[in-house]
């Protein structure tokens, strides 16, 4: 099936519009993430044709890849997949940001390699919201050790919270709502910890299904993959 990535794009654009309507929120507070995982760059390419600017990708070696092959200046890309310590080095050389941050050790690995380089990379903490055990993300009870020791750090913004809801069909959608509420509240209760290079301010939430009840709980990043670039076949 072919994709019309740039209408799907726009159709995207105007639901995202439409809920920060609903939410008395301006949609310009909303970055999109286009999720294009497991598809080709040629997909890529024709979204950033029609204006998208952030791309994300869930694994480390297509991310680095596609970050090789398409060397566009202007394209913020996004990690939003688990990590591993050795891959980290390769990532920091083009990578703008990275959302699955669950261990200081990775902050320590980033800083490490991308001082080298001197560059700084944005962060977000992942939080485990859905209480799943095979969700990734830490616990609320380790944000502080780990935002404690971002503090020290000169290559590492830490610019918020990032959380995975439950997997629910799209007409139970209301059911993840109180798992956003959740790393909101998170957010605001760890405030305290902001610091120079350590600030909360995005709450990356929300992707094709519950976008809607993510934007009106506070996201600030939506990261959508299958609305504009059509099912994955695994
Ligand atoms: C795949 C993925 C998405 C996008 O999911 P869709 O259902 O395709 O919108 C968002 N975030 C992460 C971490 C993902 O792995």
Request: hydrophobic share 35%; proline share 2%.
């Amino acid at each position: 099936m072919s994709e019309d990535i740039c209408q799907n794009l726009s159709t995207l654009n105007n639901r995202i519009t439409e809920a920060c309507k609903q939410a008395g929120r301006d949609p310009k507070e909303i970055t999109l993430v286009a999720v294009s995982k497991m598809k080709p760059l040629e997909n890529i390419k024709e979204a950033f044709g029609c204006g998208q600017i952030h791309f994300g990708e869930n694994r480390a070696k297509e991310l680095q890849d596609k970050m090789e092959a398409y060397e566009e200046e202007q394209i913020q890309w996004h990690m939003v997949g688990n990590l591993q310590t050795n891959k980290i080095k390769y990532m920091v050389e083009r990578v703008n940001w990275i959302h699955s941050i669950e261990k200081s050790k990775y902050l320590r690995e980033i800083e490490k390699r991308a001082s080298r380089i001197n560059r700084t990379i944005n962060t977000l903490i992942q939080i485990n919201i859905s209480g799943e055990d095979q969700k990734s993300g830490c616990e609320e009870d380790d944000l502080e050790e780990i935002l404690t020791y971002a503090q020290g750090l000169d290559h590492v913004r830490v610019c918020g919270l990032m959380g995975m809801a439950s997997f629910v069909d799209p007409e139970e959608v209301e059911k993840v709502r109180p798992q956003f509420q959740k790393l909101r509240q998170i957010r605001d209760n760890h405030r305290k910890f902001e610091a120079d290079n350590v600030q909360l301010d995005e709450l990356s939430m929300g992707m094709t299904n519950d976008m809607e009840v993510a934007i009106e709980e506070g996201a600030t990043m939506v990261r959508v993959g299958r609305a504009i670039f059509g099912e994955r076949n695994y």
